[in-house]
């Protein structure tokens, strides 16, 4: 059975553990440790699914609790994936802020989950990348 938790404060070994074994890993800084580490703590809405005492979900999300929450990451390991796993670390991540809009980029891999499971696609989303500035 899976037990779900708010987990403000995860062990960053256990988040690491988790983002590699559910390839999350692949589009994460994982090898740079302080900037892992950095971003696990500075998400403040962190949603946890544990098989016992494994670790095997991630819902973290950055909100300010009434009109936005950011889910910026979702991740479930290989082994514990199409048992809805992710669709339940989201529905939680949005009772906890029920009154903000839930929003996320999805992975090139996961554009056709989300729809699947009530999302509306956005095609109005801008980003610069951290090495691009705003031009003058």
């Given at each position: 059975m899976i037990e779900y938790k708010l987990t403000p404060d995860l062990d960053v070994d256990l988040a690491h553990?988790?983002?590699v074994a559910s390839t999350l890993g692949e589009r994460?800084?994982?090898e740079d440790r302080?900037?892992?580490a950095a971003m696990i703590r500075n998400g403040n809405l962190?949603?946890?699914?544990?098989?016992?005492g494994l670790l095997v979900g991630i819902s973290r999300?950055?909100?300010d609790w009434v009109w936005m929450t950011y889910l910026s990451d979702l991740a479930v390991r290989v082994t514990h994936q199409r048992q809805g796993i992710g669709k339940e670390l989201m529905r939680r991540t949005q009772e906890a802020a029920p009154q903000a809009r839930l929003l996320l980029l999805a992975a090139p891999a996961a554009r056709e989950y989300y729809p699947h499971?009530?999302?509306q696609h956005m095609p109005h989303a801008w980003w610069l990348q951290p090495d691009e500035r705003i031009t003058p």
């Amino acid at each position: 059975m899976i037990e779900y938790k708010l987990t403000p404060d995860l062990d960053v070994d256990l988040a690491h553990d988790l983002y590699v074994a559910s390839t999350l890993g692949e589009r994460r800084p994982v090898e740079d440790r302080e900037r892992f580490a950095a971003m696990i703590r500075n998400g403040n809405l962190i949603i946890t699914a544990w098989d016992g005492g494994l670790l095997v979900g991630i819902s973290r999300s950055v909100t300010d609790w009434v009109w936005m929450t950011y889910l910026s990451d979702l991740a479930v390991r290989v082994t514990h994936q199409r048992q809805g796993i992710g669709k339940e670390l989201m529905r939680r991540t949005q009772e906890a802020a029920p009154q903000a809009r839930l929003l996320l980029l999805a992975a090139p891999a996961a554009r056709e989950y989300y729809p699947h499971v009530g999302f509306q696609h956005m095609p109005h989303a801008w980003w610069l990348q951290p090495d691009e500035r705003i031009t003058p």
